[in-house]
């Protein structure tokens, strides 16, 4: 087996949501892998030093380096490493994250291909962006997908719904939280029964916000902050339907888990979110920030059974795709390449 040095912001060991780095790393390492990894530095420029350091410093032990690229300020990360080990002559693949990473293509051309054209490999965990790297001029791809594992999502078919809805993103402007309120506002005039449990920690001033509007408009929201990922899960039991409220995506882990628990979705059709969810068959897709849009398919699950039922069903049978069974095939081959 090779040895892998992973690059990427390490999260979980600093109280954070866990990111691709902290899943894949044990993942690798039980397949056998042995895997070093950087950095788990709160600072930005300690984090960035010792990403550098690691490469220099690993030069002759590393037969490849592994580097999540991200759209935003963490592409910078991922650019001056890449950059590093060209001038080292090591090999390296790109974990390509963030649904804003199209954008990224167009502001900044000559930047991307200096780092994905070079790259061994750019991994895609969607199709939306391996059809847009594709389309790019882009021919050095590979499509793995996100992972869960199955076992941990009992499964429990939803038929006879009720208007309990549960939101499980971080309190960030692009995933839109506010939007779930306004629609949960709006559902209660009809279903004055209805409940709304919202799961995630804090990233910017979108949880203040929203809390104030729930205290301005007196709505029964129960936040839970963050919870563990088994917390969650035995949370959701208690909830019928899934809202994913937002502006920005690529193929996110929760929607996958969601379809893994039964739970019927109503998301917005944005990113790579079309390319996981099929729109009736899988899931239901909205235009982003629709309040009406999102109520009317909201209210569509709880007057169908049958149709909530299907969609429930079709989307177990969709997150069974996405078992770490399945994909560890997949990295395996490209990882032993």
Not at 43 to 59: C, D
Request: overall charge positive.
């Amino acid at each position: 087996m090779k040895n892998l040095l992973y690059i990427g912001n390490e999260l979980e060991s600093r109280g954070g949501s866990p990111t691709t780095i902290d899943r894949l790393t044990p993942l690798f390492r039980k397949e056998g892998f042995q895997v070093k990894t950087a950095s788990a530095k709160r600072n930005q420029w300690l984090r960035l030093f010792e990403m550098l350091t690691s490469i220099i410093n690993n030069k002759s032990w590393t037969e490849l380096v592994l580097i999540d690229t991200y759209s935003t300020r963490n592409f910078w990360y991922a650019l001056l490493s890449a950059e590093l080990c060209e001038k080292l002559d090591l090999d390296y693949m790109l974990l390509l994250h963030g649904g804003d990473l199209p954008q990224r293509l167009k502001r900044s051309p000559h930047l991307s291909a200096s780092i994905f054209k070079n790259s061994k490999l750019n991994i895609a965990p969607s199709a939306y962006l391996f059809e847009v790297f594709h389309k790019t001029g882009y021919n050095n791809l590979k499509y793995i997908p996100n992972a869960i594992f199955l076992k941990d999502y009992p499964f429990k078919v939803r038929k006879i719904l009720k208007p309990k809805l549960l939101w499980v993103r971080a309190f960030a402007a692009i995933y839109n939280p506010m939007l779930a309120l306004k629609v949960f506002e709006a559902l209660l005039k009809k279903y004055p029964e209805a409940e709304l449990c919202m799961v995630g920690p804090e990233k910017d001033r979108s949880f203040e916000e929203c809390l104030k509007y729930t205290q301005q408009n007196k709505l029964p929201v129960n936040f839970t902050g963050k919870l563990s990922k088994s917390e969650w899960i035995k949370l959701s039991k208690d909830y019928d339907i899934f809202l994913n409220t937002t502006n920005i995506d690529n193929t996110p882990v929760s929607l996958i888990e969601a379809m893994a628990l039964g739970l019927p979705i109503v998301s917005t059709r944005v990113g790579g979110i079309p390319y996981l969810i099929e729109h009736e068959k899988t899931g239901l897709l909205v235009p982003p920030d629709d309040k009406s849009a999102m109520l009317i398919a909201i209210e569509n699950l709880l007057e169908k059974p049958d149709f909530a039922k299907n969609l429930s069903q079709n989307g177990r049978l969709q997150a069974e795709k996405f078992d770490w069974k399945v994909v560890k095939e997949d990295w395996k081959e490209v990882l032993l390449s």
